[in-house]
């Protein structure tokens, strides 16, 4: 079943108000105007090439039957579902306690046992996650750029609107894909604070308690592991929502115009 992700407003994703939650990053501007922001981005040479093609007119052209329209469109829908639950099922899974058994799924998370994190220095014990975490983002990558472009080369075939949405998407993609590549890589370095965190919080309780290596230690040991495990995966699953929009939006576009 496809998993909708829920909407989000334009100043703000799902992705930034978990890592302002988690506090590694700051809350988003609500005063802040889109349009502005979105144009401190964008160099004055795409903006005039933005505003050429927005201001070309449409051209008429003969409009698909609406059976083979309808048909092109519930293949995109299947697909985005495909890519969608494929993600969600490999984020989820992977970052489930024994997830590291081999054949279980293709990304694993890190094999070292909790009790012996402390022993290492938050750096060195947060490299293995770092590593997971992008290797989840290049699976996101590999697996949602292509469906983007499939998306978008079946809705330029609909109508002539909707050929010039693909082909501002298209702009959009190539003119902003470098910008959040970057701004995208920055948060596993982001994550890294949370696991500091979460681990100086174990040593402090771990001190105070007195329970180096018992069960109660262990226990602990545990439970902010898993804690950390579970912020990641909230992470990972805002990412894919925030990576899956332009093609979502495609598709919800596609079907306005088979009503």
């Not at 922001?37 to 040479?45: D, E, T, V």
């Not at 012996?116 to 975490?133: L, N």
Request: hydrophobic share 40%.
């Amino acid at each position: 079943m496809t998993r909708t992700p829920p909407r989000t407003n334009f100043h703000s994703s799902e992705l930034i108000r978990c890592l302002a939650d988690l506090g590694i990053a700051d809350a988003p501007d609500h005063g802040a105007a889109f349009a502005e922001r979105l144009g401190q981005w964008i160099h004055f040479a795409d903006a005039i090439t933005l505003s050429a093609v927005h201001g070309e007119g449409i051209a008429s052209s003969p409009k698909p039957q609406a059976g083979a329209h309808a048909a092109a469109c519930a293949a995109a829908v299947t697909e985005f579902g495909r890519i969608q639950d494929y993600l969600f099922k490999s984020i989820t899974t992977s970052c489930s306690p024994g997830s590291g058994k081999p054949g279980k799924t293709h990304l694993s998370l890190p094999s070292s046992e909790p009790e012996t994190v402390p022993s290492q220095s938050p750096a060195a014990a947060y490299t293995p996650y770092r590593r997971f975490y992008e290797a989840h983002q290049r699976d996101m990558d590999s697996s949602i750029q292509p469906l983007r472009v499939n998306v978008r080369s079946a809705v330029a075939k609909c109508s002539p609107r909707l050929r010039k949405l693909a082909e501002l998407d298209a702009l959009f993609e190539k003119i902003l894909r470098e910008r959040e590549t970057k701004l995208l890589s920055k948060v596993p370095l982001l994550l890294k604070a949370r696991f500091e965190q979460l681990f100086k919080e174990h040593q402090q309780a771990h001190a105070d308690t007195g329970e180096a290596g018992n069960l109660a230690g262990r226990t602990r040991a545990d439970a902010w592991l898993a804690r950390f495990c579970n912020d990641m995966q909230m992470l990972l699953l805002a990412e894919m929502e925030l990576r899956l929009q332009p093609a979502m939006g495609l598709i919800e576009a596609f079907k306005q115009d088979t009503q």
